[in-house]
Nanobody, 123 residues
Framework: QVQLVESGGGSVQAGDSLRLSCAASGGALNRYDLGWFRQAPGKDREFVAMISRGGTKYLGDSVKGRFTVTRDSAKNIVNLQMNSLKPEDTAVYYC?????????????????WGQGTQVTVSS
């Protein structure tokens, strides 16, 4: 069973950048679809991005043009580069892995989750 650990969160100003990393152990990430989700206080968890096992990349509408997702198979890490951050990007960010196929934003299909990392963007 793959295990995931996020890192890279922090507190930044609007317009700044952050890179989140999701490191895997117990399995090769290129066997899984790896998604990023976020949850702000009082809100439902939201799909942010996903890189499929085949390398196809998907981004949520609210982050298109600002965020990118990449995979370093040699290091078994998936990165989420976040540029032009806005206060509304403030949330706990989670990476999650799945073997099942289906709607990329359906969190029920992701069966392994990291512990989350906090991102706070102030104006």
């Amino acid at each position: 069973q793959v295990q995931l650990v996020e890192s890279g969160g922090g507190s930044v100003q609007a317009g700044d950048s952050l890179r989140l990393s999701c490191a895997a152990s117990g399995g090769a990430l290129n066997r899984y679809d790896l998604g990023w989700f976020r949850q702000a206080p009082g809100k439902d968890r939201e799909f942010v991005a996903m890189i499929s096992r085949g390398g196809t990349k998907y981004l949520g509408d609210s982050v298109k043009g600002r965020f990118t997702v990449t995979r370093d198979s040699a290091k078994n890490i998936v990165n989420l580069q976040m540029n032009s951050l806005k206060p509304e990007d403030t949330a706990v960010y989670y990476c999650a892995a799945r073997l099942e196929y289906g709607l990329i934003s359906d969190e029920q299909l992701y069966d392994t989750w990291g512990q989350g990392t906090q991102v706070t963007v102030s104006s």
